[in-house]
């Protein structure tokens, strides 16, 4: 059973910090590539951050560089969201998302709220 579990959302304040886990099971998670993607309230879904399976490159939003940094660990089949200076405007419900060919996979999401 493919399974996407993200955990670390919450509510910050601005200029703080998170880190976002998405745990990965039901797959070879070390083929995919990797990305979070977030969803503001009345927003489309938007790509945040993406890493590839193999080189490990990886690619931000302009909104989020600088501020963001996506990462990966094979061994625990984890791919984690580094978030830092936060504003207000990051709040959304944050998704990691699987893809390798034309398999692909949600998480169900972990809400971030930045907020004084």
């Known amino acids: 059973q493919v399974q996407l579990v993200e955990s670390g959302g919450g509510l910050v304040q601005p200029g703080g910090s998170l880190r976002l886990s998405c745990a990965a099971s039901?797959?070879?998670?070390?083929?995919?590539?990797m990305r979070w993607y977030r969803q503001a309230p009345g927003e489309e879904r938007e790509l945040v951050a993406a890493i590839t399976s193999v080189r490990r490159s990886t690619n931000y939003a302009d909104s989020v560089k600088g501020r963001f940094t996506i990462s990966r660990d094979n061994a625990k089949n984890t791919v984690y969201l580094q978030m830092s200076s936060l504003k207000p405007e990051d709040t959304a419900v944050y998704y990691c998302?699987?893809?390798?060919?034309?398999?692909?996979?949600w998480g169900q999401g972990t809400q971030v709220i930045v907020s004084s």
């Open positions: 039901g797959f070879t998670f070390s083929n995919y590539a």
């Open positions: 998302n699987a893809k390798f060919s034309s398999y692909e996979y």
